[in-house]
């Protein structure tokens, strides 16, 4: 079992930034890709942002590129989400997942993701 826990969630003005982390715990099992979800109300949810723990590479939604950046520290098992330019559509609970692999399927494809966070709220004002 692998336990998610998101922090950094918040209020911003729009144009502004804020950074979401996740630390992972738990079983040594390595994660083949860890990504952030987001899902507004009334909405589905939505990929955002994933990364490939073995080389790094990352992928992104096309509605947060160029704005959004995400990033890992293995060394403390931690994902990260740098959001800057924040719009109000970005609003919504953010989760961090991870995928255990194998390889392949679709990074925004939320069925391919084993492990979940509880999510946290991001909410950007106009």
């Known amino acids: 079992q692998v336990q998610l826990v998101e922090s950094g969630g918040g209020s911003a003005q729009a144009g502004g930034s804020l950074r979401l982390s996740c630390a992972a715990s738990?079983?040594?099992?390595?994660?083949?890709?860890m990504g952030w979800f987001r899902q507004a109300p009334g909405k589905e949810r939505e990929g955002v942002a994933a990364?490939?723990?073995?080389?790094?590479?990352?992928v992104y939604a096309d509605s947060v590129k160029g704005r959004f950046s995400i990033s890992q520290d293995n060394a403390k098992k931690s994902l990260y989400l740098q959001m800057n330019s924040l719009k109000s559509t970005d609003s919504g609970m953010y989760y961090c997942?991870?995928?255990?692999?194998?390889?392949?399927?679709?990074?925004?494809?939320?069925?391919?993701?084993?492990?979940w966070g509880q999510g946290t709220q991001v909410t950007v004002s106009a």
């Open positions: 997942a991870a995928y255990v692999g194998p390889s392949g399927g679709l990074w925004h494809d939320t069925n391919k993701y084993t492990y």
């Open positions: 738990g079983s040594s099992t390595s994660l083949f890709r």
């Open positions: 990364i490939y723990t073995s080389n790094g590479n990352t």
